[in-house]
């Protein structure tokens, strides 16, 4: 053999099957009631009605051919973009804020490959069994209960992935017009090749990659990670409290509850029963301060934490880079230390310094911070002022440019010409007639050819050239003057623009 | 299994194999498979290209290629409609003639409609500005600039209110349609200097700029007698005539002479005098009939009357 060669590790990791148990608990129940909601929402969602005059009755409808989006009453241009960048903006610092409060919630609770992979393990475990049973099936060679058992999951898989396609798809189109559509060939091939990319990749992701994809492919675990500070609350396992002076231990005769039973039988069934009358004690109480004595921590090393976990990481390693931070462990210790009358919070949401210190006082979430402060204020800001943008829109954009080529234009009679190009968006759900005016400058000076008055139809942009002549004397004082712009019979609605008016003078 | 266990089956279980054979005594080879996900897509790829030769042009053969099996049909310049393997230029003419197909009913409404009609029509005069912008651009502006603004001394300003032949929309399309070549003989030929200089300082009078009042006044009789006879192409009043483009005298716009952006009343008449004396023969614009549709010089008729200085 060559020196060396034993260190040689290969460089392709092969996946190492995960078979999570199930559990109760306070996490669990978060978890599905989350997932409860996020699906109802989901699947059923562009199925609700909603009236309109001039488009799908959907409530919420991304009509891209018609370069709107639909939702509720709203409808959104693609000169909105800025609240898309709003949207975009405080889901970032969003999560910043709740990552720098509480480690990796989002994760844990609220991605969309979490959700999705937590409900394909429910499939399986409805099909294949628990643990034990799925273990078992694994190992077995394919035999029919196996293959009918494998089989009937995948093809669940593919059916919910299928039905998270076309969901996903029906908020693009009118869903019961899709769903008709597409099982009689015709919806678009668009809709097709869509539903086909996303039934496979919802497949790959939630039925074979799984934790994978958290750990191998997303960005965003990634750099949640240096987000964390000492304070910040996280899945932690108590290594002091469960580790002890000589580590952990497994439950056996004189480490832990066992003992009692054990004694009883023999002579010093007396000693037992008088120490229980002098300490008044739980049988839980006294099995710990049994181990205590003997050194052993309060861990009893039975491995469910290990068990429960989606990603296979043992949390008593300590925190690392694979945890999504879904507290499923936590909800297995507590079960366990329950069961033995040990107190809970083995494994608990804490901060490292609180770990660290002398005395751990109780987690809480701790949000005196700098970072914490700053990123809470910009996304009160930026949500304020999202829902101040969305409340106050027009029914109606506009943009008035002037015309640069040329600044202005000498006339015969040395009049100074100005021209400025005027667009309007009528976001409204009905005709509208706009009126042109000038403020600033003498009214015959403002020239709209013929359209002072202009009418244009929902959705639709209407441009007016307009131009501006003064006399030289006037157009040196003039710097710049506003335009109004008004829906005819909506004067709350005017909007004034303010523009700049150039002469010979004013050249730089 | 206690953990120091577990963790040496781990390391076992990625230690990497040999390939079993041993050269030399114990020269082994590492056998390094690469990752089956990584092969199997690699086999797509190589199905992929397969297919792709199938459908699309691909190897050469001969004096042509294989085309695939997938075809276009199109129209080309010749109107003729024509099939062919797949390939990108008939893609591109096919996508032309869809956009000409697209504007065709504007351009049919265009033509339909008179002048006034299309500036008070408010889809129309968006069309006009959208389309008239692209044809300006692609004719026009290499001589009038893209904003039709002009260049002084070469070719006029289109946006002001000056019209060399006339700012009317028949003016404006007769123009287009014929072109116009302007011309104005060399003064030095006849005058003398002096002379001149005297009808400089009248021009100059007559769009009020500084000028020497004496030499003005002897301008204003040359230009309205018969040696100089300016006034039988400027008009006995310099306000110009329009059928054959001799430009008004008396406004604040100039074309030929640099007035504006000359420093200095001097400079200013020099220029002025430059014109006079070297005459111009260089105010050529070509005729668009044959090059443009009908249509298309409509447009631009309506495009450029929109440009500020329609009449």
């Known amino acids: 053999m060559q020196t060396g060669l034993e260190d040689q590790l290969g460089l392709y990791q092969k996946r190492i099957p995960i078979f999570t148990r199930s559990v109760k608990g306070r996490f669990r129940r978060f978890k599905t009631s989350v997932l409860v909601l996020a699906y109802a929402i989901y699947f059923l969602l562009p199925w609700l009605p909603w009236t309109r005059l001039d488009a799908p009755a959907q409530a919420v409808l991304f009509d891209v051919p018609g370069r709107r989006f639909l939702i509720f009453g709203l409808t959104i241009y693609p000169q909105d973009v800025i609240w898309l960048a709003l949207l975009l903006f405080i889901a970032a610092i969003l999560l910043f804020f709740v990552t720098g409060l509480v480690g990796r919630a989002f994760c844990g609770y609220f991605c969309f490959q979490t959700l999705w992979t937590d409900f394909f393990i429910w499939i399986e475990y409805k099909i294949q069994g628990e643990r034990p049973a799925r273990v078992r099936l694994y190992r077995q060679p394919w035999d029919r209960e196996k293959i009918i058992k494998i089989a009937s999951t995948h093809a669940l898989w593919v059916l919910a992935s299928f039905w998270t396609g076309i969901s996903f798809v029906a908020y693009f189109t009118y869903a019961p017009q899709l769903v008709t559509d597409f099982f009689t060939g015709q919806a678009a091939a668009a809709a097709y090749i869509t539903v086909g990319i996303l039934t496979l990749s919802t ?66 069934e007396a000693e037992v029963a008088a120490e229980r009358r002098q300490t008044n004690m739980s049988a839980g109480q006294r099995a710990l301060a049994e181990r205590h004595a003997k050194g052993f921590g309060d861990c009893v090393d039975c491995g469910l934490c290990v068990q429960v976990c989606p990603v296979g990481i043992d949390i008593r390693d300590g925190l690392q880079y694979k945890c999504i931070s879904c507290g499923l462990c ?73 015309i640069r080529q040329p600044l202005y234009v000498v006339l015969s009679g040395g009049d100074i010409r100005n021209r400025y190009q005027i667009r309007i968006t009528n976001k409204a759900a009905q005709d509208q007639v706009y009126v042109i005016s000038a403020r600033g400058i003498p009214d015959a000076a403002l020239d709209l050819g013929n359209f002072r008055e202009i009418t244009i139809k929902p959705g639709h942009s209407g441009l007016v050239q307009a131009s501006v002549r003064l006399p030289p004397a006037l157009a040196m004082q003039t710097k710049g003057f506003e335009l109004v712009i008004t829906p005819q019979g909506k004067p709350a609605e005017a909007r004034v623009e303010t523009v700049r008016f150039d002469s010979p003078s004013q050249r730089p | 299994m206690s953990e120091q266990k577990l963790r040496q089956q781990k390391m076992e279980s990625q230690t990497v194999q040999t390939t079993g054979h041993a050269w030399d005594g114990d020269l082994q080879e590492f056998n390094n498979p690469l990752p089956a996900w990584w092969v199997y897509t690699f086999y797509a790829t190589v199905v992929f290209a397969i297919v792709y030769w199938t459908i699309y042009p691909s190897w050469p053969w001969g004096k042509g290629w294989i085309g695939g099996v997938s075809d276009i049909t199109y129209v080309n310049s010749a109107g003729e409609t024509k099939t062919h393997s797949w390939n990108t230029r008939a893609l591109l003419l096919e996508d032309l003639n869809q956009a000409a197909v697209a504007q065709k009913p504007y351009f049919d409404k265009v033509s339909g409609m008179s002048y006034a009609q299309i500036a008070k029509d408010p889809e129309m005069n968006g069309f006009i500005l959208s389309s008239g912008k692209a044809l300006f651009a692609d004719n026009c502006a290499a001589c009038h600039q893209a904003g039709g603004q002009g260049v002084v001394g070469f070719f006029p300003n289109l946006t002001d209110d000056d019209w060399l032949y006339g700012g009317s929309y028949d003016k404006i399309h007769e123009t287009l349609t014929g072109g116009r070549r302007a011309f104005m003989p060399a003064f030095s030929e006849v005058l003398g200097g002096e002379q001149i200089d005297q009808l400089a300082n009248y021009v100059a009078r007559l769009s009020g700029i500084g000028h020497d009042a004496a030499k003005a006044t002897a301008g204003d009789a040359l230009f309205h007698s018969e040696t100089a006879a300016c006034y039988y192409c400027h008009g006995s009043d310099a306000k110009g005539r329009k059928e054959i483009g001799a430009p008004n005298l008396t406004d604040k716009i100039w074309l030929w002479a640099n007035v504006p952006t000359t420093q200095g009343e001097e400079g200013k008449v020099a220029a002025i005098r430059g014109v006079i004396a070297n005459g111009l023969n260089k105010g050529v614009m070509p005729a668009w009939a044959g090059r443009l549709t009908p249509e298309q010089i409509k447009v631009l008729s309506v495009y450029v009357h929109e440009l500020g200085g329609g009449q």
């Open chain 1, 203 to 268: 497949y790959a992701a939630a039925g074979l990659m799984r934790e994978q994809i958290c750990t191998y492919v997303c960005p965003y675990g990634r750099f949640q990670s240096v987000m964390y500070e000492p304070e910040t609350l996280a899945v932690h396992y108590d290594a002091r409290r469960g580790e002890g002076a000589s580590g952990r231990a497994v439950v056996r005769a004189g480490r832990g509850i066992v003992v009692e039973r054990r004694r009883a039988g023999a002579s010093a």
């Open chain 1, 330 to 402: 936590i909800d297995a210790c507590n079960t366990i230390m329950d069961s033995f009358g040990f107190p809970r919070g083995l494994i608990r949401y804490d901060s490292e310094q609180n770990l660290a210190a002398e005395k751990p006082a109780r987690p809480k979430v701790q949000w005196k911070r700098l970072k914490t402060i700053g990123y809470g204020v910009a996304l009160i800001l930026m949500s304020a002022y999202l829902v101040y943008s969305i409340s106050t829109r027009g029914s109606f954009d506009r943009a008035v440019n002037q």
